[in-house]
């Protein structure tokens, strides 16, 4: 089927701020939010000028009835405006972007975010809650653990690691993965994931290790978003591709890691 | 009444002066949902060289203060697929392609490309990429030195040996990183150009503090977006006043005004370049907005606006 890419003009429900850095903001958004799916994102217009020029990539945290969720993180000037959205605002949408998980052959789904990477699990687990996933996150510490009651309510099992070791496992969240898999019996396990490139990359050597599938989604800087600048590109196996059209979900195995 | 607003480029007739640049526009396909693409009055591909490019390694873009930088470094899918996939619903739309070439190492692969596309029916004109300033010579890993582009001799040069081989329009396109683009449009004039388009990117740099590291991994790219308007306005003006060849003016345009002030400085068309990655559907926005503008001036003609500029002395 092919996809249709909608421009919107969304307004702000709601501005919710979650302590540290971290917002949720929710949007009516009818053809979006209607047609989209776990692992896609937005391109959304920060500003009506030129600062900041081009539309930033989210992804998708849920999806209500004419909703849109997005969780975020003030990183930048583009975060920080959003992050002062009100409701009632406007800002312009192109979406649903990008192809996100594969839900078809998924048993046994163990979800593995670093930071961040629970924004686009959290739709993902809200899909595949029948087969209860399993939560993996990892953070820098107790404060940067995102959604865990979120997930709980999709009927998850979570478990955390955290770097400082001030909630769950002390050291990193593909620790907390290979006790997993180590010890996984029964369902074939698939793995979903989202986090930083390092963490992708040692998720990704365990895939092969312990020989289940896994996907992961990809962060790579760009501009347009539609598969129109080829900013976004990413090695693979069958050479370079778009984080934004290709993507940004790719199977771990195709993917060419760079030296960090 | 409706104001006229066709223009020609060479043998070429666009029933409106709103093009989109190339490589800001893919193949059109990503702009499909996106709004009406046989409004616009040409479509200049992606730069295609014979062989297929895989291009640069990633990061290949970031964003600049009103602009961007971007060092792609022509990926394409090489002539042969480009004339068997891409060209044909190009073409389909109605809207005049015009297709953009370069060469990787060899000038004489502009002559090769040229020769191939005088014979399809498909593309409407050429533009010789003569400018790109993000070619990686890919066996000595180093960007290639100086551009064709850079030097009115070898403009010249090119641009005639490839005259030789097409009837078609031939459209040249000129980097500002000159001294003199007056002097480098009047050599692709005197070789027998139709058009010259300006301008491409600007090479810059930007260096990310914390990691003391480039932030693409080219170490530069090509500066693009508003903040480059100013110069490719100026250039328009000073080449408009050097050559009797249409000009194509790009560089910055994100609105009808901006598109305007290229025409009033000497630009026959104008080409959407960057705004096309902020708002898809810009170009037509802007097709609408040139509309109202000659209405409300009462200006019949975009023809007569070209090169208006009022300068009291």
Redesign the interface.
């Given at each position: 089927m092919k996809k249709i890419l909608l421009q919107e003009i969304a307004r702000v429900v709601a501005n919710k701020r979650l302590g540290g850095d971290h917002f949720k903001l929710v949007l009516r958004s009818k053809g979006i939010a209607s047609s989209a799916a776990p692992g896609q994102f937005i391109q959304i217009r920060v500003s009506a000028g030129t600062d900041p020029l081009l539309r930033r990539p989210i992804s998708i945290h849920r999806v209500g009835a004419g909703t849109l969720e997005l969780l975020c993180e003030i990183v930048g000037k583009a975060t920080m405006i959003l992050s002062e959205a009100r409701p009632g605002d406007e800002l312009d949408l192109i979406g649903p972007l990008g192809n996100g998980f594969g839900l078809g052959c998924a048993k046994a789904p163990v979800l593995v975010a670093g930071g961040m990477g629970v924004a686009p699990l959290a739709f993902l687990a809200e899909k595949l809650s029948k087969l209860k996933p399993l939560v993996l996150i990892g953070a820098r510490s107790k404060k940067q653990v995102l959604c865990v009651d979120e997930f709980r309510k999709f009927g998850c099992k979570v478990m955390t690691a955290t770097d400082d070791g001030s909630l769950g496992l002390k050291g990193r969240v593909t620790q907390l993965l290979e006790n997993v898999l180590k010890g996984a019996s029964g369902p074939r396990v698939n793995i979903y994931a989202c986090g930083p490139r390092p963490m992708l990359k040692e998720l990704s050597r365990l895939s092969v290790k312990y020989n289940v599938p896994a996907e992961i989604s990809l962060e790579e800087h760009m501009s347009c978003g539609i598969g129109a600048c080829l900013g976004c590109v990413v090695g693979t196996k069958s050479g370079f591709k778009r984080v934004c059209k290709e993507g940004p979900v790719f199977d771990a195995g195709e993917v060419i890691w760079q030296e960090e | 009444m409706n104001p006229k607003l066709s223009v020609n480029i060479g043998k070429l007739k666009l029933k409106n002066p709103v093009m989109v640049a190339s490589?800001?526009?893919?193949y059109a396909e990503?702009?499909r949902?996106?709004m009406d693409i046989k409004k616009l009055g040409a479509i200049v591909t992606?730069t295609i060289t014979i062989n297929p490019r895989?291009?640069n390694?990633?990061?290949?873009?970031?964003?600049t203060?009103?602009?961007?930088l971007?060092s792609?470094g022509l990926?394409n899918p090489g002539l042969d697929a480009f004339l068997k996939d891409k060209l044909a619903p190009l073409a389909k739309t109605g809207v005049p392609v015009i297709v953009s070439i370069a060469s990787e190492i060899d000038p004489a692969e502009f002559i090769e490309l040229c020769r191939r596309l005088d014979k399809v029916s498909a593309a409407a004109a050429i533009e010789l990429n003569i400018s790109c300033p993000n070619i990686l010579d890919l066996k000595n890993r180093s960007k290639i030195k100086t551009l064709i582009s850079q030097d009115a001799d070898s403009t010249y040069a090119l641009v005639r040996s490839v005259r030789k081989v097409t009837k078609k329009t031939l459209i040249t396109k000129l980097s500002p990183n000159v001294t003199s683009i007056a002097e480098i449009a009047r050599a692709a004039e005197d070789a027998g150009s139709d058009a010259v388009s300006l301008i491409n990117t600007l090479t810059g740099l930007s260096i990310d503090v914390d990691d003391m590291s480039p932030k693409l991994a080219v170490v530069t790219g090509g500066l693009s977006?508003?903040a480059i308007r100013p110069v490719a306005v100026r250039m328009a003006w000073e080449v408009f006043q050097k050559i009797r060849i249409p000009i194509i003016g790009m560089g910055g345009i994100?609105d009808a005004e901006s598109a305007l002030e290229f025409i009033i400085a000497g630009a026959t068309a104008v080409s959407v370049g960057?705004a096309?990655?902020?708002?898809?559907?810009v170009s037509v926005k802007i097709l609408s907005g040139l509309r109202n503008y000659l209405k409300n001036k009462k200006i019949k003609d975009i023809n007569e606006l070209i090169g208006g500029l009022r300068v009291e002395t």
């Open positions: - | 490589g800001t526009f893919g990503e702009f949902d996106f992606k895989p291009g390694p990633a990061p290949r873009t970031c964003e203060p009103a602009g961007m971007n792609i990926e977006g508003p994100i960057t096309n990655f902020i708002d898809p559907a």
